[in-house]
């Protein structure tokens, strides 16, 4: 899973656990909600000063946005899905990785 994956999947699992909407999350970081739900399915990717504001909004530390959680962490089905498919899709581009080195050395 990418970085920016990792924090956005994070942002909205802890602010859904904590039963706070888009609104509300925007109220209390200073951005809008439209900005919030963009970032939500990743058409926006947030600056690392909106990161800290936002954990700041949901009284976390800003370091648990970078941390890998296991599938449990989520709070509903599609979050799992997102999770167990950005697991999968890792999974694949290491063996990819490995396919192509053992073809080089063939070559």
Known sequence: MDLEHLVIDNIRSIRKKKGITQEK???????SASYIGLMET????????TIE?????LNIP????FIEHDESFYTDADEQKIFLREQIKKEIMQNMESCIDEVLKII
């Open 53 to 57: 504001r936002i954990a700041n909004a």
């Open 62 to 65: 800003v370091q648990e946005l």
């Open 25 to 31: 999350l925007a109220e209390h970081c200073g951005t």
């Open 42 to 49: 990743y058409k926006n990717v947030p600056k690392l000063s």
